[in-house]
């Protein structure tokens, strides 16, 4: 999936980037190996300096892909120890999860973060890509338009998003399935739906 942050005058960066003091991944997610819970410091990491480990990662760690750092098109303020936020690509579903700081738990809701979000979103959905913005386990889905609070939301859980369109207005249907894994293979379960108006005005 190729994820284009619009509306920015900022130019793109070099396609290159390097995590200098950034260490915020270490904080925010949870790390299966070492039993680290999502919002502490890992006990590997050096705060703003580095991972002490860094040549002996565990896969999940070695497998992650910090958005600043792959995506040009991202401004330099979306760096992570400054946003406060951490952006990656979830690799079953291709949505792009916001991750923030439980430090600044408010992070994603400023600007220009939040208006750059919801371009994210529009450029994004019709590709059937969702931006996720999570703080701790509670999650809030982005529309072009509005934010929809998700509430808690689970590794074992699907959402998805349709917008119907009618002579009296259009609606999003957004749904939540749990995902079960039965003899015959993996099956969805809704959980959750709610419709929501599109508004006029984004």
């Known amino acids: 999936m190729t994820a284009i942050v619009a509306g920015s005058s900022e130019a793109p960066a070099a396609a290159a980037r390097e995590c200098g003091g950034c260490t915020l991944c270490c904080k925010v997610y949870n790390v299966v190996a070492f039993g680290k819970p999502a919002g502490k410091w890992c006990s590997h990491c050096r705060p703003g300096r580095g991972c002490t480990i860094h040549d002996h990662l565990p896969s999940e760690c ?4 910090c958005l600043w750092k792959t995506m040009p098109a991202l401004p330099m303020h979306w760096k992570p ?3 406060k936020m951490v952006l990656t690509v979830h690799p079953q579903t291709n949505n792009i ?11 994603w809701t400023r600007q220009p973060y939040h208006g750059q979000l919801r371009l994210l979103s529009k450029s994004n959905m019709a590709k059937g890509h969702l931006v996720i913005v999570f703080v701790s386990e509670l999650a809030t889905l982005i529309l ?8 808690v939301l689970t590794l074992d859980q699907v ?3 349709s917008l119907e369109t009618s002579a009296s207005g259009s609606v999003y249907e957004v ?5 079960r894994t039965t003899a015959g293979g993996q099956t969805l379960e809704l959980a959750s739906s709610s419709r929501h108006a599109v508004r006029a005005a984004a």
């Open 159 to 161: 959402v998805s998003v």
């Open 144 to 151: 072009p338009d509005q934010d929809v609070p998700l509430g």
């Open 97 to 107: 999860q916001v991750v923030v700081d439980p430090g600044l738990p408010s992070a």
């Open 62 to 65: 070695a497998a992650f892909d």
């Open 175 to 179: 749904k939540i399935f749990n995902r």
């Open 81 to 83: 120890d400054l946003a």
